[in-house]
């Protein structure tokens, strides 16, 4: 009889809960079609920290209750981390409805997953990235929803239980660039990317950094253990190629030649050293041209999940075509930061100063491009006039303006009148 009343469940545990002194840990299916999502094992039941640990939990149910106890710690069974003190879970999600404000997923352990809609379903994004990160909400059980997209990219393994299938066979060298970084309790997290490990992005801590360099950009050299992470100091590689950081991402400057691909697809993809492969969007050209020659930056792109490391960047201008290979300048690797990188284009290619005739024609290409900004800034500067000149005739604007902030309201006035505009404190 007492065998009857013992089940032995696969689980994970997802967080501690201090106000009940335990650890909420989710069951497998057989509980969850019960309506128990959410078990509770008390500090007193398990020698240690449960969070983001696999597990096999026994169930035992008697006149009074069901208790559950952990019995062996196992491999895990989807990519596992924890992220402010909770897990999260790399899952293949399968897309069911959109309910109200929420899109519904479905997975055969987790059951439902939601995600609030304020933008559009995840589900464009699961053509390119059929798995993603999912982390637990309390909702009287435990219930699971999609991970803050800024979290998506990056896997820092919850413990060493990692099994074969999931992380490379051992530790090993690659070589990559930084691509940015992100804060994680206090410490200075590297993304690294390297076209030796496509499908993962390496972390590197920045105790094995050297101190008062801005990694961002750097290619590097590093010893990577099975949990994607780097155990050794790192190796500064020198490179021939420009790198700049833009919104906090490491950008890469290159020169390709876009060729026809066999099927006429708008895209070409192609293998760079030693960065790994790349793909061009033909609509991101500018004056499209067969086999014409361009100068452009790329990202990296985490989330197409196809064989692609870096996509061309939508920041930058791409200059092109040319007939010919343009030249490319080597980067600032002294002084390697952001505020001091440039394009290597702009440049002189030579220490010598260039003819007269070639200083006159430059002279005369800033003082138009001068021209553009200025003529460019007064019709923006005549737009702003003719929003504020109507927003002031509103008078219910106008108190509501002065009551937000009195003094930016009578600065804004006064620049505006001195361009025309309506000036209500003249009524």
Not at 6 to 33: C, D, K
Not at 367 to 388: F, G, P, Q, Y
């Amino acid at each position: 009889m007492a065998g009857e009343n013992v089940r032995y469940v696969l689980a994970i545990g997802v967080l501690h809960s201090e106000i009940e002194s335990g650890f909420l840990v989710f069951p497998g299916r057989e509980f969850q079609e019960h309506d128990v999502t959410r078990v509770l094992i008390s500090e007193n039941e398990c020698p240690e920290n449960l969070i983001g640990k696999w597990m096999y939990v026994k169930a035992e149910k008697n006149d009074v209750c069901l208790k559950f106890y952990p019995v062996n710690m196992i491999d895990d069974q989807f990519p596992t981390r924890i992220v402010d003190g909770e897990a999260q879970v790399k899952a293949s999600l399968h897309f069911k409805c959109v309910k109200g404000s929420r899109a519904i997923y479905s997975h055969p352990f987790f059951g439902c997953v939601e995600e609030w809609l304020s933008k559009d379903p995840s589900m464009n994004r699961l053509n390119f990235e059929p798995e993603l990160w999912i982390q637990p909400y309390l909702n009287g059980g435990i219930s699971w929803k999609i991970a803050d997209e800024h979290y998506q990219d990056y896997f820092v393994p919850s413990n060493d239980n990692i099994p074969k299938w999931l992380t490379p066979s051992e530790p090993y060298w690659a070589e990559g660039v930084v691509t940015k970084n992100f804060d994680k309790m206090g410490d200075t997290i590297y993304y690294v990317c390297s076209p030796s490990n496509p499908e993962n992005l390496i972390c590197l801590h920045q105790k094995y950094c050297p101190p008062d360099v801005e990694m961002v950009g750097r290619n590097v050299s590093v010893f990577v253990d099975t949990r994607h992470e780097v155990q050794e100091k790192v190796k500064i590689l020198q490179t021939n190629r420009t790198s700049r950081m833009t919104d906090g991402e490491a950008e890469l400057q290159i020169c390709f030649q876009y060729k026809e691909t066999e099927h006429n697809w708008p895209r070409m993809e192609f293998l760079d050293d030693p960065h790994g492969s790349i793909m061009i969007w033909r609509s991101k050209l500018p004056n499209y041209k067969e086999n014409g020659w361009y100068l452009g930056w790329i990202r990296h792109a985490p989330y197409f999940k196809m064989e692609e490391l870096w996509v061309l960047s939508s920041c930058h201008h791409i200059q092109g075509p040319f007939a010919s290979k343009p030249l490319q300048e080597s980067p600032l690797e002294l002084e390697h930061n952001p505020k001091a990188a440039k394009l290597a284009i702009e440049e002189p290619s030579s220490s010598s100063q260039p003819p007269l005739d070639e200083q006159a024609a430059k002279a005369t290409a800033t003082e138009e491009k001068d021209s553009e900004d200025i003529a460019r800034m007064k019709w923006i500067l005549e737009m702003l006039v003719t929003k504020v000149d109507a927003l002031l005739k509103h008078q219910e604007v106008v108190v509501e303006m002065q009551l937000a902030n009195l003094e930016a309201f009578e600065d804004l006035v006064e620049i505006a009148a001195k361009h025309g505009s309506f000036d209500p404190r003249k009524k």
